[in-house]
C-alpha cells in the first residue's frame, strides 16, 4: 500500500511507479507485510469461499498463497517484485508448504498457465492509475471462467487524510467491473497493517459471468 500519484492520461497501459521501487519497498518490512493472512481474506477461507485453482495477484511476500495451499488448493502468487517474490519462496521452505511463487505483471495474466476458478486481491487494484486498472480487469477477465471468482481488498476513500494509496470509490469498483462481472457486495473492511492507525478498506466479492 505504497504512496501512488495520479497521472495523466494515457493512450497504453503503464505502470504508476517502475518496478525498481516496487522492490526497493521490500529493503526494509513495509507496513503491510504482517507475516500472516489478511483478517478478511482468512475469515473467507474460513468459510470455504476459495476453491479450484487459485493466484494470489500482487502476493508479495506470500502470506495469502500459502494460506491457500495450506487447505489444498493448488496456489501461485505473483509479483511485479523479485524480492517479495524471493522472501514467499522462503517462507514456503521454512514452512514445507508448497506453493508456486513467480515474478509476473498482473496486466499480463493471459500469459500464466490460467485460467483459475479462484483469484485474490489484496492491496493491488488501488496502486494502479485509470489506465492501468482498465488493462487489469481485461488481464483478469482472460484469466478467470465464467463462474469463477475475485476477492478484491483495496484502500477505501472512507479513510481520513491524503498520505498512502489513491483512494478508491465504491462507485470506481463498480465501474471497473460493469461490463463482464457480478459484483456480488461490496462492504466497508479494514486492512491489517503495522501502523499504529486503522487502514479503512473496501473488500469486494466478484464474479465472472
Known amino acids: 500500500m ?11 497501459p503503464r505502470r504508476t511507479r517502475p518496478p525498481h521501487e516496487f522492490d526497493e519497498s521490500y529493503a526494509g518490512r513495509p507496513p503491510w507485510d504482517i507475516g500472516r493472512p489478511q ?11 476459495f476453491h479450484g485453482r487459485f493466484l494470489d495477484a500482487g502476493c508479495g511476500t506470500g502470506e495469502h498463497t500459502l494460506m491457500a495451499a ?3 488448493l493448488d496456489a501461485t502468487g505473483i509479483d511485479f517484485a523479485p524480492a517479495a517474490i524471493a522472501l514467499a519462496q522462503g517462507k514456503a521452505r521454512e ?17 500464466l498457465d490460467g485460467p483459475f476458478d479462484t483469484i485474490l486481491d489484496s492491496g493491488l487494484f488501488h496502486v494502479f ?8 480487469v481485461e488481464s483478469l477477465k482472460s484469466a478467470v471462467p465464467s463462474g469463477g471468482r475475485y476477492f ?15 483512494r478508491v470509490t465504491e462507485g470506481e469498483i463498480r465501474a471497473n467491473f460493469a461490463d463482464g462481472w457480478r459484483i456480488d457486495s461490496i462492504e466497508p473492511a479494514q486492512f491489517d ?17
Open 129 to 136: 492509475n485509470d489506465a492501468d486498472r482498465r488493462a487489469y
Open 152 to 166: 478484491m481488498a483495496c484502500f477505501s476513500d472512507r479513510q481520513p487524510g491524503d498520505w498512502g494509496p489513491r
Open 95 to 111: 514452512r514445507g508448504i508448497q506453493a508456486r511463487f513467480l515474478v509476473h505483471d498482473a496486466l499480463q495474466l493471459a500469459s
Open 39 to 49: 483478517s478478511v481474506f482468512q475469515a473467507l477461507a474460513d468459510a470455504g469461499e
Open 193 to 209: 497493517t503495522l501502523l499504529a492507525s486503522e487502514v479503512l478498506a473496501w473488500l469486494a466479492r466478484i464474479t465472472r459471468i
Open 70 to 72: 495450506r487447505i489444498g
Open 2 to 12: 505504497a504512496e501512488t500519484h495520479d497521472d495523466p492520461p494515457v493512450t497504453a
